[in-house]
């Protein structure tokens, strides 16, 4: 940590990350124009810091913890969890509404071919930086593993870094398709924050099963809009970053190669006699119950 503290010029980072920065910008929703050093966040340093700072953070932890009893935190997690269902819930609605709006005027092509530059500003892109600052408080969700001693596997971490990453390069290429990106990512996060939510209160949700599903199809989804795109590309004037397009496509491949590896792993009826119908986990500590995956 020391290491860190050191390599980081802390002035610099104040002067041209924080303190030169329009903070009007988080809420003005019509005039919303992600600008590279003056909209909050917008400097690449802090990617880095933070999730340098996370993974000191949560590993810090976790050995703290090795010969510690785990905290409960039922009411801290079920917060954790209602503040991010509640706010997966309004970064959906929001990016719904403004995109349906344009559909009126500009059609429903826009969404997968932009034929002019200007995808990091006005009111649906607005949705999509919001959806860039929920990155860093989902960061909390693994604090709260590694306190309760559940399982840290290397999906969530993984997903939990590059996801920073990617959701400002997006913002700062100005990648049109970003905005299927937070709807489809944000849709599922309203049922997978809300079966957290009902399980840290101790309550069963019958679905549970189906939310990796539905993460998986999302990938999926991802996919064939990235087929039409550069379909679309060679038959329209279409407009894309064509650096955004291989980035997030390298990452989406990876999240449907990982999380169909998880679901198997976890789904998937043991072979061993006696254990027909239950996770093929038994000889692990992986089981279901414990992982939280986003």
Not at 116 to 125: H, I, L, M
Not at 199 to 226: D, H, P
Request: hydrophobic share 45%; proline share 3%; charged share 15%.
């Amino acid at each position: 940590m020391d290491q860190i503290i050191n390599y980081v010029d802390w002035e610099h980072l104040y002067k041209h990350s924080i303190k030169n920065s329009n903070w009007n910008e988080l809420f003005d929703i019509q005039n919303f124009k992600f600008t590279f050093g003056v909209t909050p966040f917008s400097q690449f340093q802090i990617i880095p810091v933070v999730v340098a700072f996370y993974l000191f953070t949560i590993f810090s932890i976790k050995g703290l913890m090795k010969n510690r009893e785990a905290f409960s935190l039922k009411w801290v997690t079920a917060l954790h969890n209602a503040i991010l269902c509640l706010w997966s819930l309004l970064m959906c609605v929001g990016v719904v509404y403004e995109v349906l709006k344009r559909v009126t005027t500009d059609g429903g092509l826009f969404t997968i071919c932009e034929v002019a530059p200007g995808f990091n500003q006005g009111p649906a892109y607005y949705w999509s930086y919001i959806f860039y600052i929920s990155k860093f408080y989902e960061l909390f969700d693994t604090v709260i593993i590694v306190l309760k001693k559940k399982d840290l596997i290397f999906l969530h971490v993984y997903h939990h870094c590059i996801v920073v990453w990617l959701c400002w390069y997006l913002l700062y290429t100005g990648w049109s398709l970003q905005l299927w990106v937070v709807f489809l990512n944000t849709f599922v996060h309203i049922f997978m924050y809300y079966f957290y939510l009902n399980s840290a209160l101790g309550r069963q949700v019958w679905w549970k099963k189906y939310i990796t599903q539905i993460q998986i199809l999302q990938f999926c989804c991802l996919g064939v809009i990235g087929v039409l795109h550069f379909i679309c590309l060679h038959l329209f004037s279409c407009v894309t970053d064509y650096s955004a397009y291989i980035s997030a496509y390298s990452i989406n491949f990876s999240f449907l190669f990982l999380f169909t590896r998880f679901y198997n792993r976890s789904y998937t009826p043991s072979s061993k006699p006696g254990t027909k119908g239950s996770p093929n986990i038994s000889t692990r500590t992986t089981s279901p119950k414990s992982k939280k995956l986003d």
